[in-house]
């Protein structure tokens, strides 16, 4: 099987360890290396969490880069009261790696492992985009080297954690801003469509009774995730179980058949009293922007069912 080479930009909290066990127990992805940013918690934290994740599963020789402590323009906003102190709730790495980070920051590693690659490689963004904008701002040469950036946020109708922006857009508009007007082909995983990919409560204990180290912290972090996105987000009311945002949009790559995609505009507000971080998607074409100026591919589906299948295989 040719498998796909992919870069991973993340800032681990739970959602995106949840999509490790998928993305690095993958046959179908050539992970190059990992890259960390400052978003769900502090980049300390998250680089930690990150390269205790490869340990716990057994992918220690990926390299990891550590990247942007903070947003290009403004201070961080974190989502520790969602993630937790640590980043990943109440779990705890009970034996913690020696492994180091690389040498390089995380743009200049990007920069290295694009240019030194045999074939254009996907990068899986599941964080904000700070990192990126900061790559493709300072080595523009890489950006023919990149087959597509998958990006985790943006939404058409719904926001997180305000009324109408996501997360992953709001902590650094300025850098989603950039990104999307890069040239980079940009594929969207948005809110409407991650939170049909949900997790039910039976589905979190049926990682509680499976006899693994991996299953073991997945169980715990759910756990701890469903209790603070109810009294966060208020999410009983809201939706028909825990959503893993990141993990979705691991799934798009792996198992692109369980998705439908369809082409938009789109641009970011950075500077609205109420609507800073707002990915304004021209979904109704009231703009008739021509074909070549559509700048992202929206993924607007995907089957539920299929996609715990693809995650309960994993090892």
Do not use: W
């Amino acid at each position: 099987m040719k498998k796909i080479p992919v870069l991973i930009d993340c800032d681990t909290g739970i959602d995106d360890m949840l999509s490790f066990i998928l993305a690095l127990s993958s046959e179908k992805l050539d992970i190059l290396g990992i890259t960390t940013v400052a978003g769900n918690q502090k980049l300390e934290l998250t680089t930690y969490n990150t390269l205790n994740a490869l340990a716990l599963m057994g992918r220690e020789e990926i390299p990891v880069a550590k990247g942007a402590s903070k947003p290009l323009e403004r201070p961080l906003r974190d989502a520790g009261y969602i993630h937790g102190a640590s980043g990943l709730g109440n779990y705890v790495f009970e034996n913690p790696t020696d492994k180091q980070v690389e040498d390089l920051d995380a743009a200049a590693f990007m920069h290295k492992t694009l240019m030194e690659a045999k074939e254009p490689v996907t990068i899986l963004a599941l964080a904000p985009l700070t990192n990126l904008a900061l790559l493709l701002e300072n080595y523009p040469e890489c950006k023919p080297n990149i087959e597509r950036i998958v990006f985790m946020g943006g939404s058409i109708r719904t926001g997180n954690p305000t009324p109408v922006s996501t997360f992953n857009v709001l902590v650094d508009p300025e850098a989603a801003k950039y990104v999307l007007k890069s040239g980079v082909p940009f594929h969207m995983c948005p809110l409407d469509t991650t939170r049909h990919a949900y997790t039910t409560d039976e589905e979190i204990e049926r990682m509680g009774q499976m006899d693994s180290p991996v299953a073991a912290m997945a169980h715990s972090i759910c756990k701890f995730y469903n209790d603070t996105v109810e009294k966060g987000n208020n999410a009983q009311k809201r939706f028909k179980g825990l959503c893993i945002h990141d993990l979705c949009t691991v799934a798009y790559v792996t198992n692109p058949e369980l998705f439908e995609t369809v082409t938009y505009y789109g641009d970011v507000e950075t500077k609205g009293e109420l609507t800073t971080g707002f990915t304004m998607i021209d979904y109704e074409d009231i703009l008739r922007k021509p074909e070549e100026e559509k700048n992202i591919v929206f993924i607007n589906s995907v089957d539920r069912d299929g996609y715990m299948k693809v995650f309960f295989r994993c090892p």
